[in-house]
């Protein structure tokens, strides 16, 4: 998983080109170039141990979607105390012409109460 790796290029592999991402608490990344950005400052200041589990998937022709819950585990590589994840995510895909699957959209949001 490209997460947990740290896999800048891999993370954004997953990802159309004209995707858009929505993290939890912050602004909507809409171009390949800020999906690069988040990734790398991202995994330069954090190691993950994530787990992603699919609560639902949907299948409508070349598109669906996923529910899905990330949890697990951020640690500051500058060392510190695990942060703990737990997210829940809507996942749209797109079928691409060479038949893959890529995200067209990725929304996220905490569970925190």
Same mark, same amino acid.
């Given at each position: 998983?490209?997460n /947990?790796? @740290? =896999? ?5 592999a ?10 939890? @608490? ?5 171009? +390949? ?8 400052? @991202?995994?330069?200041s954090? +190691?993950? =141990?994530?787990r992603?589990t699919? =609560? ?10 996923? +529910?899905?819950?990330?949890?697990g585990?951020?640690?500051p590589?500058?060392? @510190? ?12 895909? +797109? ?10 959209r990725?929304?996220? /949001?905490? /569970?925190?109460?």
């Amino acid at each position: 998983m490209a997460n /947990n790796a @740290g =896999d800048v290029e891999g993370w954004v592999a997953l990802f159309e080109d004209d995707a858009v991402y929505m993290p939890a @608490g912050q602004p909507a990344v809409t171009s +390949r170039v800020d999906l690069q950005a988040i990734a790398s400052a @991202g995994f330069s200041s954090w +190691r993950s =141990d994530i787990r992603i589990t699919a =609560d639902e998937i949907v299948l409508m022709g070349d598109w669906a979607f996923a +529910r899905a819950r990330m949890t697990g585990t951020a640690t500051p590589t500058g060392g @510190g105390s695990p942060a703990s994840i737990d997210l829940k995510e809507i996942v749209i895909y +797109r079928r691409q012409s060479a038949g893959d699957w890529k995200i067209a959209r990725l929304i996220s /949001n905490t /569970n925190d109460s």
